[in-house]
């Protein structure tokens, strides 16, 4: 039997064009802003900048002990070009009242009312190397001091209460110091071992870690009425320590202590 084959022939399928897109027809989406600030909001935060002018640290130089009328200090502000020269000027006998003449460096604060200083204590772990190691640590004891004037010595006393504490141990110092009028001022900072002078909560110094005797000095203008100062201070292992702060206004030529007159008692955070 004979087969037979048809062939049939299919039509193609139309093919449609698929138009291509017009690039001057596409917009671009706009891009958010990102609130960058103008020119005009820049110096409105200026304005409003910390009232604080701290100059960059101007020295950190070794100072020799028992450092006889803050004579090593105006020797290394002269290295500075702060003017002048250095000279013995009124030094630590203009007091008269400082807590490193006579009677013990830190008393209790009840048995002191006279004393404007006030210091928490903690005790620190061997090899501490910086005043932060406070930060993580509860204070054990609250003394007060009538100036920071202690010049390089051996430190045997102790804390009132807390036995033998010579070594490892950490203050957090604060006062208030009432500024008459808006002025400069050259700031110096002796500690063996490390210390930080803040002003405001603006750090001014930073003499941290462990070092003998050394000074480091700033020129800060602070305005007039009552600046609140924090230093904070790490003892190394025994038994040599100093913590000495003086100033002098700009043109002066003689550091001298912070006049017991200005200095007053801070809030102290809680316990």
Known sequence: MRSTVVMIRLPKPPVKKIPKPAAAGIKLAARPSVGLPTARTI?????????LDVEPQLSR??????????AAIDVAATTVGTGGTGSAG????????G??????????CADAPGRPMVADVYRLPSRTDSVAAMRQRTPVKRVCLSQLDITPRSFREGFPGL????EWFGLDIRFNVNIAQAGTWDLALVSDDGAILSIDDADVIDNDGVHGPTARLARVRLPGGVRHFRVRYFQGPREQIALVLVWRKQGEKDFDYIPGSLLGRSAMPAR
Do not use: C, D, M
């Open 43 to 51: 110096e409105r935060q200026l304005a409003t900048a910390p009232k």
């Open 163 to 166: 036995g033998t504490l010579v």
């Open 90 to 97: 009124a030094g630590a006998g203009s007091t008269g009242s």
């Open 61 to 70: 130089i070794a100072v020799t002990a028992p450092l006889p009328n803050l």
């Open 99 to 108: 807590s490193g003449g006579t009677g013990n460096l830190f008393e209790e």
